[in-house]
T-cell receptor, first 115, second 114 residues
Framework: DTGVSQDPRHKITKRGQNVTFRCDPI?????LYWYRQTLGQGPEFLTY????????KSRLLSDRFSAERPKGSFSTLEIQRTEQGDSAMYLC?????????????FGPGTRLTVT | GQNIDQPTEMTATEGAIVQINCTYQ??????LFWYQQHAGEAPTFLSY????GLEEKGRFSSFLSRSKGYSYLLLKELQMKDSASYLC???????????????FGKGTKLSVIP
């Protein structure tokens, strides 16, 4: 499978714990995006990488959230001191400027439940 | 800010045609996407419009009017497997941002009935 992969697919954690999610984009894609989606809503943009550089961060992204893409390939999203409001599906997507029309390919998501 | 509106739910009959509308207000517009999302799965790309007019792709077509801030997705010959949420997403350059972002509507949940 050469699509976007995410790990884990499901995570249940207690409030106050830290969690980390991983995303592996399509190999030739240099752009990587993180989104958060709650029930009945569309995905909300969180952050964007071009290669290893984090170029954009949403104002939604509090200081408890941090994302990295150290070698310009896979990315991690860490949430510190989780809160119940962090419960959501976390989606990763990737794209390439060579592609048309800037289509973003989404991974299967990591569903986070904070108890 | 960005505002994208689409109906919350629609129901249509197998074999019929359904039109899902999307209106948007945004700055720095650079294209409109439609994605399909089955329950519990990731969104998958359906169509993209950047110029006014109709783009046809098999059973699916998408229309854009930039002056009206309006798009629709047309699904023909509906099949049961078309039951899903359909997300309208606008590619735009937010004020102060250095790169384009994709902002999604809340999605329209389509139910196809026999």
């Amino acid at each position: 499978d050469t699509g976007v992969s995410q790990d884990p697919r499901h995570k249940i954690t207690k409030r106050g714990q830290n969690v980390t999610f991983r995303c592996d984009p399509i190999s030739e894609h240099n752009r990587l995006y993180w989104y958060r989606q709650t029930l009945g809503q569309g995905p909300e943009f969180l952050t964007y990488f071009q290669n290893e550089a984090q170029l954009e961060k949403s104002r939604l992204l509090s200081d408890r959230f941090s994302a990295e893409r150290p070698k310009g390939s896979f990315s991690t999203l860490e949430i510190q001191r989780t809160e119940q409001g962090d419960s959501a599906m976390y989606l990763c997507a990737s794209s390439t400027p060579a592609g048309s029309p800037y289509e973003q390919y989404f991974g299967p998501g990591t569903r986070l439940t904070v108890t | 800010g960005q505002n994208i509106d689409q109906p919350t739910e629609m129901t249509a009959t197998e074999g019929a045609i359904v039109q899902i509308n999307c209106t948007y207000q945004t700055s720095g517009f650079n294209g409109l996407f439609w994605y399909q999302q089955h329950a519990g799965e990731a969104p998958t790309f359906l169509s993209y419009n950047v110029l006014d007019g109709l783009e046809e792709k098999g059973r699916f077509s998408s229309f854009l009017s930039r002056s009206k801030g309006y798009s629709y997705l047309l699904l023909k010959e509906l099949q049961m497997k078309d039951s899903a949420s359909y997300l309208c997403a606008v590619r735009h350059l937010p004020p102060g941002a250095g790169s384009y972002q994709l902002t999604f509507g809340k999605g329209t949940k389509l139910s196809v009935i026999p």
